[in-house]
């Protein structure tokens, strides 16, 4: 294997003279979880939001788990003085780091000018009294949320905030270099949405001249501050989204020819622009002539081919941080395929300094793997966190400055690791492979929809506008205490049980009182709405601390799905026919779609998606079918997460969409057609997809609409979807309680798009992270405000 070190530096085909720059760290990771291990940060915001502990206390708290992320990040290897250790801390998303940084804040925020003012930033995040928040979308194909800017042609924007620099400072003083990480300008752009006011054809790329000033004006204090390199993340150059691709890669030409080429260092600190996610194909030869001193590529999705041809004679001198460290999932890294990699980069490029980093920010792995002393040790030694990819990526840089064999003995165990996952029991099941080759074209169909809806109203009479809500109820502090006892053994299962069946009763008989027509059983048993499943499905593994930021002090502990999937026994049954037995009413029983298992799990890679897919979609058919023989006449198959997969580039779509859509229709076609199907969709852009959601079939659709007012009707207008459409009308990632009016309004504008006997109502989605008084408050709103739209239909 060939030894490769620093290239002599040679001129490039830039402004910037390359001897100037300072070497780029052989190793690096692009970004670290926030959270902390135990959840810190999650534990010191919601202490300061509930109004336990002051702004000070909150700043001290996240002070001290920056400054143990800094530590650890030493410990494991990356070096202290050369900008290695990256500084991506953020108290609740980075794109509205960005926008408070830039005082780009909308007119209903037009107080809100400081952007180290934390007040104002978590009002632009959660809302307040009076003013909704921000809305909220899924971070490119992953589950983190980040915060959409409002851009309007007269929004505020210059540098206002000065955090990135005091946070570079406080790391100084550690002794350690930082590099501060921030979402790139054009992918901030990209991301914004046009603010309400905004002329038609207005698009927030055309505020880049304006964003490219202030954020030199932020990298000329960080150079002042002593930062020798700042990360700057671009992953909307691998997507293809709504503005056209020339336009995309002539404001990244603008941009960094404005930034690396207009600014001279050391006015500056070098330029690293990171391109996660997927192949930054024809952005990286634009990167290049603009004069960046670095890029950093993905090359667990993307193809080194492609890099060599698109840097080849164009780079000389700078540096490539190559991501063949997954930064996306848990599963170790095969080091003898990601030193095959970085072997052919290097030889590729032999005038460029490869340097060795993961695909990704590991903001979507948890900590430490070491801590989950439950997991099966064969399970366990094929899985790798945040700490083990840092020593993955040290372990090659290692390998590519001193040659293999100084690393020697963790080449082999790899290698061991690698082949054990291969040959374990279960990761292959014969009956459940043979159950898959055999499913017909005739197990995704159901009967046509008019069919299906004259049998369902004979079933079912509802009223016009009918009610419900969208599954889970607030886990209150009395649940979560005895699962925790259940859990330690300190309850047994009877008593659980019991515990668990006077909450269903309670929230059965709360959804009467408040008038709600369909109602749920509150899900009080579920821990999370992917993991509880994962339980009792063999094939599956779940962890203790794997913990994943998701948004804000939001987390949740994604399983492992690691083998063939088999559904031993029936998962849900017991609890809804409990449930049922309660009430009159109609009761959905509730159940989580394919999809969202997969997206909401850390899924084995190797075999295809779809084929996974097919074998999660046959054990909830099982379970949909044992439902409704049950007597459970609606059956919601949730599928937050169907936007969330979509392939950035959209060339790969049609391929995604077609197994996704198959794998839920799989799932839901085993039932009667006088029973309601009823899918979920929250927290995406759907447009790229509707034609998509129409083709799941479901009786019923709810959607995410509150935050976006109902802009979401426009894509299923256009779609001419012609089933039943619930877009919520009460935000629940938000404290507050919407008012009867606000839901009224709501409601008119989606009676603009469909028409009355297909309107649901209901709110975003589960009311799990909210308090109980809110809930209430927010439904009997909810009720109220149907009631009087009732009354004038």
Known sequence: MTEHRSPSPSPASTTADPTTVPPFPRATVLGYPRIGPRRELKAALESHWAGTTSVDELEASAAELRQRTTARLVALGLGAADAAVPSSFSYYDQVLDVAALLGAVPDRFADLTDGSDLAGYFALARGDRTRPPLEMTKWFD????????????????RLVGDRPVRELLGTARRGVTGRPVLVGPVTFLLLAKAADDAPVGFHPLDRLTDVVTAYGDLLR?????????????????????????????????????????????????????????GPAGDALPVLADAGVD??????????????????????????????????????????????????????GLPDVRVCVGTSTSLLHVPHDVEEEMDLDPLIRSWLAFADQKVREVVTLAAAMTDGPGSVAATLDQARTTVASRRTAPGVERPDVRARVAALTDADHHRSPYPVRAAQQAAALPLPPLPTTTIGSFPQTPQIRRARAAHRRGDLTSTEYTAVMRTHIAEVVASQEELGLDVLV????????????????????????????????????????????????????????TYAASLTDRPLKGMLTGPVTILA????????????TARQVALALRDEATDLEAA???????????????????????????????DAFRLATSGVAD???????????????????????????????AARSRMEVLDDVGRTGFS???????????????????????????????????????????????????????????????????????
């Open 521 to 576: 059983h509150g899900e009080a048993e579920r821990n999370d709405m992917v993991q509880y499943f994962a339980e009792l499905l063999e094939g599956f593994a779940v962890t203790q601390h794997g913990w994943v930021q998701s948004y804000g002090s939001r987390c949740t502990r994604p399983s492992v799905l690691w083998g063939d999937v088999v559904r031993p026994e029936p998962m849900t049954v017991p609890w809804t």
């Open 221 to 277: 204090a960080l150079a002042a501050a002593g930062a020798p390199w700042v990360q700057l993340d671009e992953p909307a150059l691998v997507t293809d989204g709504d503005v056209p691709r020339d336009r995309v890669l002539a404001a990244a030409a603008t941009a960094y020819g404005a930034l690396a080429g207009g600014l001279a260092l050391p006015d500056r600190p070098a330029l690293l622009v990171a391109t996660p996610y």
């Open 723 to 793: 089933r039943g459409v619930g877009p919520g009308v009460y935000d629940i990632h938000s404290p507050r309680v919407p008012d009867v009016a606000e839901i009224e309004d709501l409601l008119e504008r989606a009676l603009r798009t469909v028409p009355a006997d297909r309107l649901w109502v209901n709110p975003d989605c589960g009311l799990k992270t909210r308090r109980p008084q809110e809930v209430a408050a927010a439904l009997r709103n909810l009720v109220a405000a149907t009631a009087t739209v009732r009354a004038r239909l």
């Open 294 to 347: 670095a890029v950093a590529v993905d090359l667990v999705r993307g193809d080194v081919d492609a890099v060599v041809a698109s840097l080849t004679g164009r780079f000389a001198g700078r540096s490539v941080v190559a991501g063949v460290v997954d930064g996306h999932n848990v599963w170790r890294t095969d080091l003898d395929a990601a030193l095959g990699t970085l072997n052919r980069l290097a030889d």
């Open 674 to 704: 006088s029973t309601q199907v009823h899918t979920h969709l929250c927290y995406s852009e759907f447009g790229a997809v509707m034609e998509a959601i129409d083709a799941l079939d479901a009786d019923v659709t709810s959607i995410e």
């Open 600 to 611: 909401w799990s850390f899924v084995r890679d190797d075999q295809p998606l779809a084929d």
């Open 142 to 157: 992953t589950n983190y949320h980040y915060l959409v800017p409002e851009i309007g042609p007269l929004t505020p924007v």
């Open 631 to 661: 007597g459970v006449g609606v059956i919601q198959v949730d599928e937050p997460a169907l936007r969330e997969l979509l392939p950035l580039r959209a060339v790969d779509r049609p391929a995604y969409l077609r197994w996704s859509v």
